[in-house]
């Protein structure tokens, strides 16, 4: 399918958004050059929505060695086209009215990468300008494809340094003549930075590092000499610092400037990443670049010092709003601290901060320093401490969505706290994490009084950012639970789940006015769109990412299969139709088991955690991964040539030989032989390890 005129202007030009469609299509990552995530669309409003059906569905996506991961992509519509990723990078075009696929692209990444990837083989999605789709690949690439045909047209390395954990899993964005590009690995081992690239070329235009690097080499900036003297002498350079720009950019043609949101430091704790102290810019922090030049116009940091993972990487949305009687253009943001943040977007300065959920680290944010006013308790360098929210955040990667219609933001917020363990043994290794810490997820063995009731759920919270404070808040959900959301002119929030269910809601009230049980679990945000005068909902499906190691209560593939999923709703549109039901895993044989198998096992159990929890979790079954904690006979026959041979590699199943000896591996295997032939009344108890996107 060609696309037309129409098309032509509005994936070639590089602002596009409603305006310039009537609201028919969803042409920019966050809907609108603002990044509201909002829709003026209203065919589907509070009176028509309990006709909702299903229009139709696409399932093509492509899946290596029968292993499915997690869909966080937004689609892109424009002209009738729809745009979207699916695991391993991997683009599709179909026709948005009924699904059928135009193009596919694969950039076929190495399975190997999965390694460096800290949550999942996933992808948020691609940007359109020019006549082109662009899209950033897992192993580092930034390609450019031809809109019609899908065919590529350049593709540019974007990594400084391919030997390190670096991977891209965000989406690019548009801004001005330039596409922008960021990558993931904070939680691995590398140094952040933002890249700008012609949109014509694919020529680096400019670069921006987020955090300084050994000293030994030079600053690339004033602004890099100038974080550097909040950072220790003796920092952790060998770690990488973190810092990574890997999913939230929000570009401001009226002020010229692009937003990003800067990731957590490498490893967690200061005192491990930066012995002596400092604030360690330009960690967790909202950063404003001129997107010609890429110098930066000020910054704001959300979590001086941060040792709790407490990025500000999520998504950033611009808005006027009257506060105080006075129009301001303000940026919004609600990081994983806790605090939700309005900021003037021309100087930095902040106008509010309020926690949107309950927070222990920090007493409040001083209204005049914009800083933190911390108490100790979320100190854990000497003794493990309780911590609200957890390392996964108050509000993690899924989208929060404004509507200027009632004035409300639309967080999907995780409520629960983590204690958090120093591990002072940290140190960098190809393919793992330089975390710092252990955690433990509630219910805890002892639970201070002092502290709130620990809790693990998921809730939808409508925060007013004027009257700074919630409005309503929805029934509790799964832990990972709460998609992404997005808002109309109808009056609604769409919001998928973990647990299959897709809800909408009133946006006033939030009371639920529908809901579609899919049997997919959704943790992307829904797209709106519509053609020929029919609206349409875009609900991408399947779960992975930080959770993908082990399914958490509630969530749909404890019951169904979790294959990716497109469901796309219309009015009068179709039931649901649910995955097969997911049938209990066969045990196989119990392996032999020897003296020497068991006196290898505790080893075993330290290296299988140290390499292998991650994806395989511990005491399977394993959530998306194989049960490793149940081979089959030919998989105990193969081990050696799965784990260092790389014979599952197309899979995402890597060689661990570069970090693995053969000794190293014959002790895992002996760890698990042992496990396996245990009783199941024995056997080790599954336990969820965080992990971070």
Known sequence: ??????????????????????????????????????????????????????????????????????????????????????????????????????????????????????????????????????????????????????????????????????????????????????????????????????????????????????????????EITFARKTWSPHSRWDMGGGGTVYDAMTYDAETGLVYVGVGNGGPHPAWIRSPGGGDNLFLSSIVALDARTGRMKWYYQTT???????????????????????????LMQAPKNGFFYMLDRQTGKLISADAYTTVTWAERIDPVTGRPVEHGAGDYSASPKIVWPAAAGGHNWQPMAFSPQTGLVYIPVLESPLRYINDPTVTYRPGSGVVGHGAQIPPFPDEPAAQPKPVFQSVLKAWDPVGRRVVWSSTPGPYWGGGGVATTAGGLVFQGGSDGVFTVRDAATGAILKTLDTGTAMMAPPITYAIDGVQYVAAPGGYGGAFGALYVAGTAPLKYENPERLIVFKLDGARPRTPPLRQPETRNPRPPVSAEDRALAPRGQGLY??????????????????????????????????????????GGMASFTDVL?????????????????????????????????
């Open 1 to 222: 399918m060609a696309l037309g005129g129409l098309a032509a202007l509005l994936v070639g030009a590089a602002h596009a958004d409603h305006r310039a469609s009537g609201g028919a299509d969803w042409p920019l990552h966050g809907g609108s050059a603002s990044e509201q995530r909002y829709s003026p669309l209203a065919q589907i409003d509070r009176g028509d929505v309990g006709r909702l059906g299903v229009a139709w569905t696409f399932d093509k996506f492509v899946v290596r060695g029968g292993v499915h991961h997690g869909v966080e992509t937004t689609p892109l519509v424009a002209d009738g086209v729809m745009y979207l990723t699916g695991p391993w990078s991997v683009v599709y075009a179909l026709d948005a009215r009924t699904g059928r696929q135009l193009w596919v692209y694969d950039p076929q990444v190495d399975g190997g990468w999965s390694r460096k990837a800290c949550c999942d083989v996933v992808n948020r999605g691609v940007a359109l300008a020019g006549g082109r789709v662009y899209v950033g690949s897992l192993d580092g690439f930034l390609i450019a494809l031809d809109a019609r045909t899908g065919k590529p047209l350049w593709r540019v390395n974007t990594l400084t340094d391919r030997s390190r954990n670096y991977t891209i899993t965000g989406a690019p964005r548009i801004a001005g003549d330039k596409v922008l590009i960021g990558n993931g690995g904070a939680d691995m081992g590398v140094r952040g930075y933002v890249s700008a690239y012609d949109l014509n070329t694919g020529v680096l235009a400019w670069r921006f590092f987020t955090v300084p690097g050994d000293p030994a080499r030079g600053d690339e900036s004033p």
């Open 304 to 330: 001086p010092g941060d040792s709790w993972d407490y990025t500000a990487t999520q998504n950033i949305i611009l808005a006027d709003i009257v506060v105080g009687g006075k129009p301001r253009k303000v």
């Open 609 to 650: 955690l140290a390499n292998c929890a991650r994806c395989h979790a511990y005491g399977g079954p394993a959530g998306n991964f194989p049960n490793v904690w149940n081979l089959s006979a030919d998989k105990h026959a193969a081990f050696d040539d799965i784990v260092l041979g790389g014979a599952l590699n197309y």
């Open 661 to 693: 000896s053969k000794d190293d591996v014959h002790a895992i295997h002996a760890f698990l032989r042992v496990e396996q032939a245990k009783d199941a009344a024995t056997a080790a108890t599954p336990k969820i390890h965080l992990s971070r996107p």
